[in-house]
């Protein structure tokens, strides 16, 4: 279905602030989402407010506000309150641009919260202020390591930001086969994952998303993404986690924000990190229909061109699905 920028985010709005979230938060959580519908990442769009819902609804007691544990002026930990990702991670972020623009360096860590969402929003928040940025996040084991067919960490994002003399150069990238929120939606539409994705709760690999969310996902990467998967979830062992955390109430996120002058120039650093992605989008293809571009790239111009648009398009499923629940019903 086709929806123009502003329905679709009014959409997300009226179906946060239906369980409970004020106008503020539903506008951080729709601002995340339209993001990743913009980028062409439908998965984390729309479809994710589903999730949100039906997340709050299956484990309502518990929330309360985000609070800080523990801070220092180059750090802050988090307790995220049992609230969704989007207002933690969102939070965490605010507060370590603050602390890095005053101190040069600042790190962030948060848990006890959950959908901490598209990394590369965060990243880009931060590189819009000139800062170098990292995040890693841990959650429940839904990640067989390479040599099993059992969970042993979680889709494990991982992100970095550079900024520069024109677009953000921002790596996002999860270290399983396809995220929870992808094989949500297949199951929602009825559709198949590709072969060597998943495992069932038996062991046996599957193209079943339900079984899938039952079993394990396959790590991306073989045994070096699998290594880096495990370095992962110890980052959020620092950042408060669990050594298995709950499936619904425990991702834990790590975040490191650092001036560039801390070891050179701000322009000169925005200005090589420029020339550097233009030699590399300028190297030889080996096919002229997939030249080779920086990470951000496709995401910057798949952006620009719904923006221009005005429009984006959404699964009919998720649309009426929303409406319903905007309109108050289940």
């Given at each position: 279905?086709?929806?123009?920028?502003?329905?679709?985010?009014?959409?997300?709005?009226?179906?946060?602030?239906?369980?409970?979230?004020?106008?503020?938060?539903?506008?951080?959580?729709?601002?995340?989402?339209?993001?990743?519908?913009?980028?062409?990442?439908?998965?984390?769009?729309?479809?994710?407010?589903?999730?949100?819902?039906?997340?709050?609804?299956?484990?309502?007691?518990?929330?309360?506000?985000?609070?800080?544990?523990?801070?220092?002026?180059?750090s802050v930990m988090l307790d995220g309150g049992d609230q969704a990702g989007y207002?933690?991670?969102?939070?965490?972020?605010?507060?370590?641009?603050?602390?890095?623009?005053?101190?040069?360096?600042?790190?962030?860590?948060?848990?006890?919260?959950?959908?901490?969402?598209?990394?590369?929003?965060?990243?880009?928040?931060?590189?819009?202020?000139?800062?170098?940025?990292?995040?890693?996040?841990?959650?429940?084991?839904?990640?067989?390591?390479?040599?099993?067919?059992?969970?042993?960490?979680g889709t494990n994002p991982v992100a970095f930001g550079f900024p520069s003399d024109?677009?953000?150069?921002?790596?996002?990238?999860?270290?399983?086969?396809?995220?929870?929120?992808?094989?949500?939606?297949?199951?929602?539409?009825?559709?198949?994952?590709?072969?060597?994705?998943?495992?069932?709760?038996?062991?046996?690999?599957?193209?079943?998303?339900?079984?899938?969310?039952?079993?394990?996902?396959?790590?991306?990467?073989?045994?070096?993404?699998?290594?880096?998967?495990?370095?992962?979830?110890?980052?959020?062992?620092?950042?408060?986690?669990?050594?298995?955390?709950?499936?619904?109430?425990?991702?834990?996120?790590?975040?490191?924000?650092?001036?560039?002058?801390?070891?050179?120039?701000?322009?000169?650093?925005?200005?090589?990190?420029?020339?550097?992605?233009?030699?590399?989008?300028?190297?030889?293809?080996?096919?002229?229909?997939?030249?080779?571009?920086?990470?951000?790239?496709?995401?910057?111009?798949?952006?620009?061109?719904?923006?221009?648009?005005?429009?984006?398009?959404?699964?009919?499923?998720?649309?009426?699905?929303?409406?319903?629940?905007?309109?108050?019903?289940?």
């Amino acid at each position: 279905m086709r929806l123009s920028l502003g329905d679709a985010r009014e959409l997300v709005i009226r179906s946060m602030r239906v369980v409970g979230h004020d106008e503020h938060d539903a506008g951080v959580i729709a601002d995340h989402l339209m993001d990743c519908e913009l980028r062409g990442v439908d998965y984390g769009g729309l479809a994710r407010a589903l999730s949100v819902v039906e997340r709050i609804r299956k484990r309502p007691e518990g929330r309360r506000p985000i609070s800080v544990v523990r801070e220092t002026p180059v750090s802050v930990m988090l307790d995220g309150g049992d609230q969704a990702g989007y207002l933690v991670g969102h939070r965490a972020t605010r507060l370590g641009i603050g602390k890095a623009e005053a101190a040069g360096f600042a790190v962030a860590g948060v848990t006890n919260t959950w959908f901490t969402g598209m990394f590369a929003h965060y990243m880009e928040m931060a590189t819009s202020r000139g800062l170098i940025a990292m995040a890693a996040g841990s959650s429940d084991w839904r990640v067989a390591p390479s040599g099993s067919a059992e969970g042993r960490f979680g889709t494990n994002p991982v992100a970095f930001g550079f900024p520069s003399d024109g677009d953000p150069i921002i790596m996002d990238t999860a270290l399983s086969s396809v995220m929870v929120s992808e094989a949500t939606l297949a199951a929602r539409l009825d559709r198949k994952l590709d072969e060597g994705k998943a495992y069932g709760p038996d062991g046996q690999p599957t193209r079943d998303p339900t079984e899938a969310l039952a079993g394990a996902f396959t790590v991306w990467g073989g045994h070096k993404g699998s290594a880096l998967g495990v370095m992962i979830q110890l980052f959020g062992l620092l950042a408060g986690g669990a050594v298995r955390p709950d499936p619904l109430s425990d991702c834990s996120l790590f975040l490191m924000f650092m001036r560039p002058d801390l070891l050179v120039g701000e322009a000169e650093l925005r200005r090589n990190v420029s020339a550097y992605a233009d030699a590399l989008r300028q190297a030889a293809p080996i096919d002229a229909a997939r030249p080779p571009r920086m990470p951000f790239d496709r995401s910057a111009a798949e952006r620009r061109a719904r923006l221009a648009d005005g429009h984006v398009e959404v699964a009919d499923h998720v649309v009426e699905r929303l409406r319903t629940i905007a309109a108050g019903g289940t």
